[in-house]
């Protein structure tokens, strides 16, 4: 792996772990944070630079998700914040 390829992996492996720690369930956190360590464990022996490169795109793809989730208040936890449930009316409005 050249030294910027390997730089570019660090700094994304870095970037992953801390937005992961940034969710609020711990369940989630604990979660995110040991299938990043197991995915870049599992790789770490890649030599092939075209699949590293894949491996990197996927990975900028999953640290988006996790961005997003973060951001997003209740997207993490499968629960629809008050201002994303739709208003039904009142039975009881004519």
Request: aromatic share 8%; glycine share 4%.
């Amino acid at each position: 792996m050249a030294a910027s390829s390997r730089a570019q992996v660090l700094d994304l492996y870095r970037a992953m772990l801390r937005e992961s720690k940034r969710f609020s369930a711990y369940n989630y956190r604990t979660y995110a944070v040991r299938r990043i360590r197991d995915a870049f464990r599992e790789n770490k022996n890649v030599k092939d630079p075209v699949e590293i490169q894949t491996l990197v795109n996927k990975a900028k793809r999953d640290l988006g998700i996790i961005r997003r989730q973060v951001a997003e208040p209740g997207t993490a936890t499968g629960r629809k914040s008050k201002s994303s449930q739709s208003l039904k009316p009142c039975p009881t409005w004519p």
